[in-house]
Every structure is written in C-alpha cells, then in structure tokens.
C-alpha cells in the first residue's frame, strides 16, 4: 500500500492507502483521544480534495444493519456515486468493484474492514459497485454522496456472483433485501465506459 501523508502541522497527518484498486482510498484520519473520549474529523474539504477526492458531496446517508446483514452491491448507471464512507458503531467488510469499462481493473474488487475502533475510512469513487456486510451485532454506517440518489438508474450485482469471486466474511446466508437478492451477474451488468 502507498501512504500519503497530508496536512501543515507537526502532529502526525491523516494517512491514505491505496488499496489493490489504486482509485480506491483507504483513509486513516488522526484521532485524539483522551480519558473523555476521541475526537477526530471526518471530512474536510480542502484536506480530501489535495487526495483527489474531488467533486462536492451533496447527500449524506445513515444505514443502521444487525449482524449477518449483506447491503449491496449497488451503483447507478447515470448519476455515479462517489462515496467516503466510515462505521460510526460496530463494524462491517466494505467492497467496491470497478465496473468501468476502460479500466485495467474492470470486474475486479477490492474489500477492507471498517469499524468504530480502526477509524478507517473509505473513498469509493463513481464507476463502482459499492457494499457491505455487517459483521459486528449492531453496526452504523454513513457515507457522503457525490450525486444524488436516483431510483431509476439504481443497479445491484448479484452479492455472490462467482465470476467477480468476492470472499464475503458471513456465516452461512447472509440477510439481503428483496432488491439484493435479485442483484443481476456481473456478466449481463449494466456498465460504465
């Protein structure tokens, strides 16, 4: 992984990993913390756009999941969402897949842990697949939004289509919505150029 260091003060600075996709940010913001508790910043503009994540955010979202839950793997096919999401409470394996068409890592994907203990962050760019399982009892999650949310251009992938190979962390089936479990293959997704 590559560590960008950013940031003007002595302190120690954010770090930011690539991950096995290179447009996809793994982001480890500084965290004070003291015997009252932490403090930490979760987004700052000019701070995420000398990363390159750029754009503005126009939507904040909130899922609150139970363990076993599987929510994904979502895109829309105009309206692309870029995402920074991170776990307020409990913890989840977060996955995004490149489903742009030019890209040297098209239908591939990448997974990292997200939790309220790593702090971790992670920058989902538009042109991917997003989601998630939870694997703590009870995990909260929030993500910023680069579009706005449009229904009708919302796609799924099927969660465990074999040809995209995702090694999911669940025990046995997972808890999926209607819409998930009727996510479509890889092979016949609809994708970006």
């Known amino acids: 992984m590559l560590i960008i260091a950013i940031g003007k003060s002595k302190s120690k600075p954010m770090q930011v990993n690539k991950s096995a996709l290179p447009d996809v940010l793994v982001i480890e913001p500084k965290v004070f913390g003291d015997a009252r508790g932490f403090f930490k910043e979760t987004y700052h503009?000019?701070?995420?756009?000398?990363?390159?994540?750029?754009g503005d955010f126009v939507q904040d979202n909130f899922s609150r999941s139970c363990k076993g839950t599987l929510r994904g793997l979502h895109y829309q096919i105009r309206h692309a969402q870029g995402?920074?999401?991170h776990v307020v409470h409990g913890k989840v394996f977060d996955v995004a897949v490149d489903l742009r068409r030019s890209s040297p890592n098209f239908g591939k994907w990448m997974g990292v842990?997200?939790?309220?203990e790593n702090h971790r962050q992670v920058y989902v760019p538009p042109?991917?697949?997003?989601?998630?399982?939870?694997?703590s009892e009870l995990a909260d999650v929030v993500y910023k939004c680069t579009d706005i949310y449009s229904p009708q251009h919302e796609r799924t992938l099927l969660w465990n289509d074999s040809e995209l190979g995702i090694d999911w962390p669940v025990d046995g089936e997972p808890i999926?919505?209607?819409k998930d479990l009727q996510g479509i293959p890889f092979a016949d997704a609809e994708c970006y150029e």
């Open 113 to 116: 842990e997200l939790s309220d």
């Open 45 to 54: 503009r000019e701070r995420y756009r000398e990363l390159g994540i750029g």
């Open 176 to 178: 999926l919505s209607e």
């Open 127 to 135: 042109g991917f697949a997003h989601g998630f399982c939870v694997l």
């Open 83 to 85: 995402k920074l999401v």
